[in-house]
């Protein structure tokens, strides 16, 4: 079949040409804005047909491990303009494709022209700009045009994210998020222009073509790592995430969540693959951040009282479990070790793509359920669970997805990590490697309490607000594309061994010189014996559940509220709260991360009415970088004198600039 | 012929003087239409007879002279205001600010180093101290309709400036030039315009209170 479609047509320009109709997609919509929905329409049909035509390409270009070379004629001074799909940019075209095209059919229920006629047009346009740009992103090679598609993504997800800027907190998120970016660009900017200068030329090193004994190494690994690092959320870089997320509409979080942190990664791959002599330190510090960031995202995660905030902080934890196994990989890879370097590696990409899968489900998921309930705060939900059985089910796939438990596929990544670190407990070299299971498992327990928290709270209960007692189901348009990613999260979970081979060749674009023909096989046997066991426990599930409801229909059935503590007279609000629930998971990390509770004095028999509110507060972020930041602001006031609006005064400037310039060549 | 044009030199720097010195707005705009009258007619005294030559002489008198001149004329008139009145400087310092950046640019333009046909004559030190005049309008006079004519003050010494550059100046850079000029009047008279609705003055400092905060 291979060879009929390619000789049909080249699958890596059907990928280029997909790439540049979903970032056109959004066009038509800016000038049909007296027919409101047609260009919301037109995109979303535009976007699916071109993933159609995409996931195929990416996935024929994956397999036959080719390598494709295009050179765009820019005539800009900075050497040619290399467009390559290689098995890695082909691997990452995957989820882009996937996440944009079931983005944009969800935004046609969830962001419907008709209620929201300003902001449709401007929104569906840069989300189709945000979605090509990053697929471009993967392909380009010259240094100066990725960072001019980089700059695109980010201005775009800008653009996405202040969709409702007429909200003060919105227009907050923006600026963190747009000083954050522009902070990472500026990293970016020394990186390519040190590797420029290592190199002598634009173009990013083919794989394996530099040493990292070369002078300024260290330099260019520290800008890149600062620079991919803060898109992709790694600590201490998060800060702007968790506020943006929470901020842009749904199905615009999903994306950057489930794609845009992953080009942060994807930088960080290609820059390793430069590099065929990383040394150990690289993979301890990626590991140790890694693990930072996934058990203190997980962490701020299990405090958080908005349903966004939660999944975007999550998303921290993931991004440092992908950093793990980049990690690990690479101190395999500096102690000649394959097989560390392959799990490790295999578990990174294999999560990258579970979590492009799983995090948008929960991400359209919390879409769904704001637009039913109208508020993102978990303590004003409850009881959802009745009124929209579907989404709470997709949900609670999603969850238990991300929480890495088997059948489903976030445990397949997870474990490769496992093994991996068990392997060199055996094996005598890297024995310290063993020691990182119990931080990861600890990860994968708090994990479980902040996605209980998030369901409980959200769907189980009695509801707690009026907003929340009459929901609504989500319309097709909402639950299609939801349906979409849980059945590829139990896909991958029930057949592991098929996601093994799918990264392999992306594996071995990192490391050429490797062989890498009998480790896979060997893990692919691995990865089916797993299948067996998730397919097993599908079947006692669903045994399970048919006893279940069979027992059900025989014993009478008496209905009261969930969570009534035994009173006779249960309100709503006498029940377990999200807050309450992971109090005392959270004061464990006190010093990092705070749920502040205002408790209310209560006294005598009878107490007045009182309140009691909790709100999370991060050290890092209020103690260190706010005072920083506004220590800044303090210090270069005076700066602010110099425009005043005295036109004539400005004038002055250009000509003390002139006078000054005269002078000089005087 | 070079001296001729030479002694026009000295007039256009004297008109410098006169927008610098006087507060009545119309007879400052009469003072540049003259210069640039003159500035038409150097290219004449400097290069050999040609058609194009005669083109470009026409249509910058007619701009400089006469079409820009009427337009101010008319937006001065329709704001009904007849002098410059508090300037961010008085008119004595300005003046003696004008001597000074004149004489400054003497001093630079002596140590420029040019082609030796250029060497002994006044255009680069008249064109740097024009353009310092126009700077010196825009800088420190409060009314918008100044600020134009420090403008046209400006083009005015770059325009010296190009005489140099060539024996005939390619008509379409000419032409560029001439219409730049005209657009940015056109422009500045629909601020102008806008400015004196607004704030129902042409007091430019009144511009602060669209500063941000």
Redesign the interface.
Known sequence: MYSVLQGACDPALVALCAALVIGSAGIPGLFLQNKPGSGQIFSAIATILAAFAGVPASLLLLFSRTTTTYVLEWGLPFGPCELVIDPLSAFFLIPVFLVSAAGSLFAVGYWPAAVHRTTEPWLTFFYGLLASSMAILLVARNGVFFIMVWEVMALSAYFLLVTEHDREDVRRAGIVYLIATHAGTAALVVYFSLLAAATGSFLIPAAGSLSALAPHTTLIALAAFIGFGAKAGIMPLHLWLPSAHANAPSHVSALMSGVMLKMGLYGIFRTLTCFHDPPLVWGIILTLSGLTSALLGITFAVAQRDLKRLLACSSIENIGIITTGLGVALMGMSSNLPVLMYLGMAGALIHILNHSFFKPLLFLGSGAIIHAVGTREMNQMGGLGKGMPRVALLVLIGSVAICGIPPLNGFVGEFLLYLSFFLQFKADTLVYLVFLAPVLALVGGLAVIAFTKLYSSVFLGTPRSPGAAHPHEAGWTMLVPMAFFGALCLLIGVVPQLVLRLVTPAVASFFPQLSLDTIPAEYGALLGKLSLAAVLLLTVAAVVALLWRWRLGKAPVSSTSTWGCGYLRGTARMQYGGSSFSELAVSVFDGIMRQRVERPTLSGLFPGESSCSDQPTETLLERVVAPLFSLAGLSFAFLRRLQHGQMHVYMVYIFATLFILMLWAH | MISLADQFLVLVLLINFISLGTSRLIFSIRAVAVQGVILGILPGLLHPFSWHLVAITIVIIAVKGFVIPLLLGRAVRSAEIKREVEP?LGYVPTLLLGALFTALSFG?AG?LPMLPVHQNYMFVPASIATLMTG?LV?????KAIS?VIGYLVMENGIFIFGLLLAEAMPVMVEAGALLDLLVGTFVMGIVINQISREFSSLD??L?????EE
């Open positions: 961010f630079f140590s700077f825009l800088t420190t006079r409060r600020q430019t400092s511009l602060t209170s669209l500063k």
